[in-house]
């Protein structure tokens, strides 16, 4: 949906229905901020806004707000929402401008939500219109772009609400008691941050499910089919698995928030599953006794980990000492966060045990 021209129009249908290919270049090219979407002129006031579509008609408000992406009507929610703040900060009315910018917050969680729909569309309208595709590159070329690329001003707004989190801090941490702003910056405060909380935590879910997606790309055969689904994904990688007896032999792990994934390599020749794994054995975390047998030093020689299951043991080596101590943490953390939340679901009370859970993702998530 490549969008060429934009325009304020009155009550007359006729004048909706104007033909202005040339007006909406003209437009196009004079925009000083490369999302289209937040291309609108200086001065909308109450007048109907409307969007000229490729095919270089103008078309009513109402059938724009029902053919448009959601993403799209955002960025129109989010850039006026920005001009309406801007005069109170620029003016000193910080408490007054940033509490009346707090009912407007959930737009930036609705963004967040769907950044990865909006990424997906992008790269889909540049692969399938060339008209669209030839207007981003021309945009992409301005100075403002400082060589960047129209995906990468993606997250733009939700940095943007990170700038906003630490200015209400900072304001409200450094207001007296005494002013009449305290109070308010106080309160906005507060309620930015849950809000940057929450996109955060949106942010991190899209980052886990493009993990999991890839993952479960890497494995084959039926045992892997669903195995994955709804975890958190933490990190992979190889390690040497040391037998009682014979030579160790390197395997692929993929942690997850409550389970450790033990994958071998399908052979290279292999007609339809090369370059995947097939999976050998899944690890709860929860029934995990971890030791480091040596490598506490740090030295040269790498180490040896222990991990103790109740129908197996599994001794993980690795000549990398660095990498070997980022693996002991990362088990270290699914393990403890995987035996607290057995511990509070089996003591706890119902509303306590759903709050205890949600503190164990927190800090899986923060790691």
């Known amino acids: 949906m490549g969008l060429v021209a934009l325009r304020h129009v009155g009550s007359s249908q006729t004048r909706a229905r104007t033909h202005v290919p040339c007006i909406g270049r003209r437009i196009l090219n004079r925009l000083p901020w490369p999302l289209f979407p937040l291309a609108l002129g200086e001065s909308c006031g109450q007048s109907m806004v409307c969007l000229t579509c490729s095919v270089g008609h103008l078309v009513p408000r109402e059938s ?26 620029e003016g000193g009315r910080w408490g007054q401008g940033l509490e009346g910018f707090c009912p407007h917050l959930e737009l930036y969680t609705q963004f967040a939500a769907n950044a990865e729909r909006s990424r997906t569309t992008l790269q889909e309208q540049l692969k399938k219109n060339k008209r669209f595709r030839r207007f981003v590159r021309l945009q992409e070329g301005r100075p403002e772009f400082g060589g960047l690329q129209l995906q990468d001003l993606l997250p733009l707004p939700l940095q943007r609400l990170q700038q906003y989190e630490n200015l209400a801090i900072a304001l409200a941490e450094n207001t007296g008691p005494n002013s009449p702003d305290h109070e308010q910056l106080t309160r906005a405060a507060r309620r930015i941050s849950d809000t940057a909380q929450r996109v955060h935590t949106i942010s991190q879910k899209q980052k886990n499910d493009q993990h999991l997606q890839r993952v479960q790309a890497l494995l084959s055969g039926r045992q892997a089919k669903g195995l994955i689904s709804g975890r958190w994904f933490l990190r992979q990688g190889w390690l040497l698995v040391v037998p009682p007896r014979g030579e160790p032999r390197p395997r692929m792990f993929f942690l997850f928030s409550d389970a450790l994934l033990m994958a071998k390599p399908r052979p290279p020749l292999h007609l339809l599953q090369s370059g995947t794994f097939a999976c050998q054995a899944l690890y709860p975390m929860a029934e995990c006794q971890l030791h480091r047998v040596f490598g506490h030093s740090g030295g040269p020689c790498g180490g040896l980990l222990s991990l103790s299951f109740p129908h197996e043991k599994l001794l993980l080596m690795s000549t990398d000492q660095e990498e070997l101590s980022h693996w002991y943490h990362s088990l270290t953390l699914a393990s403890s966060s995987q035996k607290n939340k057995r511990n509070l679901t089996n003591s706890s009370p119902g509303y306590l045990r759903d709050r205890s859970e949600s503190g164990v993702q927190r800090n899986l998530l923060q790691y």
Do not use: D, G, I, N
């Open 64 to 89: 724009v707000v029902s053919k448009c992406p959601h993403c799209v009507l955002l960025s129109f929610a989010l850039f006026f929402l920005k001009r309406e703040l801007l005069p109170y900060l």
